[in-house]
Each structure stands twice: as C-alpha cells, then as structure tokens.
C-alpha cells in the first residue's frame, strides 16, 4: 500500500494541470475583481452626475 501512494505522489507531482487551472482561476478573479471595481466606479460617478442634475433643475 505505501508504494501505491508513493507512486500516487509522484504521479501527481508530474501533473502540471492543476497548476495550470489554479492560474487560469487566479486570473479569472483577477480581471473580475478589475471589472466590479470599474462598474462600481462608474455607477458613482453617474448617480452623482444625475443628482448634481436633479438639484439644478
């Protein structure tokens, strides 16, 4: 049983998709993270116009 699981390690040492994914996820988060920010400061930037509007007429 302990060389299965050695030979298991080792396996899974050598697999380098689980690395690859884990980046595509860091990235993924990453341009999300962007994006949200990004609408989020827009979406301010718009309700203040729209009350400096409101609060002219």
């Given at each position: ?21 884990i ?35």
């Open positions: 049983m302990l060389v299965s699981l050695w030979a298991e390690m080792q396996r899974l040492r050598q697999d380098r998709r689980a690395v690859t994914s980046e595509y996820v860091l990235i993924a988060s990453l341009v999300a993270t962007v994006i949200i920010d990004g609408a989020t400061n827009i979406g301010n930037g718009l309700g203040a116009a729209f009350s400096d509007i409101a609060r002219g007429l």
